[in-house]
């Protein structure tokens, strides 16, 4: 268990692993369903296919299968965690939480399991969790899994949403460092257009006002992406890589302009996996790595943002 009060110097990100969920699901299946054409998605929101869980594919399991593979990415067992963290807004049921079912599932009993539902940014919003408990020495070892099965929130014929969202889930296993691997947070919210992603009492799907939305991504937050590099001390410039909320291809692309850098590695993992909201800048996180073209040790930027409205950024170093 974690020595009380000990304080360490920094943590860092050890490991990654995901959970891509087994049902392919095509463009021309999505806009069939949604009654809009196919390129007209892929021009929209840059989406070519997307993956939904099966019935045996929950929440749960699918953080299980991630949160495991993580571990074996960082040579570590379940007895190196002490925390686990379930970044998830689409639980079944407000309780019980998942992250204890997650603990059990992999094995960290009697790690700490709670869940945040920050929404699209609730990875990054978990990850700032992580590092701040492992360098207060409060926990050694914190596994950060997000996890979503949206599928179960979104109506396959609302043309805004149903070709939009999907399901999956990603971890990173954080650890203490002798140098900090996870730079501080730069993260803020905006309540006062909540109204603008939200679930419907009546109907109990997603209702998304997308332009405005796409006009607060392209605008407000640009500047949260300066203030994590400030934080962080190092230059937009010199960062390797971006890895936003993969929302949209097209707000991609425009906060990834406003870095500037003609080097900079952006994660465009929304074409084959859609939205995943709070699995998704892992999602994407681990598709870059696993590409090869980032590489141990390069500074990427992580950057939730979403529902509520949340924003979550920080400088990681790639594990």
């Known amino acids: 268990m974690a020595s009380q ?11 990654l692993g995901v959970f891509r969920p087994s049902t392919v699901v095509s463009n021309a299946q999505a806009a069939a369903a949604a009654e809009v054409d196919a390129d007209w998605i892929a021009q929209r929101v840059g989406v070519q296919e997307r993956r939904f869980a099966t019935a045996a594919e929950s929440v749960v399991s699918m953080a299980v299968e991630a949160g495991s593979k993580a571990l074996a990415d960082a040579r570590a067992t379940p007895a190196d965690v002490d925390v686990v963290i379930l970044a998830t ?3 079944p049921s407000p309780m019980p939480n998942g992250a204890a079912s997650v603990a059990a599932g992999i094995g960290c009993q009697p790690a700490a399991g709670f869940d945040v539902n920050a929404a ?3 990875f990054s919003h978990s990850l700032a969790v992580a590092d701040a408990l492992v360098r207060a020495g409060v926990a050694n070892g914190v596994l950060v899994i997000g996890s979503e099965r949206m599928s179960d929130l979104v109506d396959v014929g ?18 203490p460092s002798d140098q900090p691997g996870i730079f501080p947070v730069a993260w803020g919210s905006d309540g006062d257009q909540a109204a603008l992603i939200a679930i419907s ?5 997603m209702e998304l006002a997308g332009r405005k939305v796409f006009r607060w991504t392209t605008t407000a937050l640009q500047p949260v992406i300066d203030d994590a590099c400030q934080r962080a001390g190092i230059a937009c410039a010199d960062l390797k890589a971006f890895v936003p909320h993969q929302a949209n291809l097209r707000i991609i692309n425009v906060l990834a302009q406003h870095i500037g ?7 465009t993992d929304v074409t084959t996996t859609g939205n995943t909201c709070g699995a998704s800048v892992p999602l994407a996180f681990h598709a870059l790595r696993q590409s090869g073209r980032i590489h141990s040790g390069d500074p990427v930027l ?4 979403g529902a509520g409205l949340t924003y979550a950024a920080q400088v990681v170093l790639c594990p």
């Open 89 to 91: 807004c689409s639980m």
């Open 158 to 175: 609302d043309r805004n949403t149903g070709p939009i969202f999907a399901d999956g889930a990603a971890a990173a296993l954080v650890l």
């Open 302 to 305: 992580l950057f939730g943002f």
């Open 120 to 122: 699209c940014s609730g």
């Open 5 to 15: 009060g000990r304080l360490t110097t920094g943590a860092r990100i050890a490991g």
């Open 261 to 267: 850098s003609p080097h900079l590695v952006t994660a």
């Open 201 to 205: 009492a009546e109907s109990g799907y």
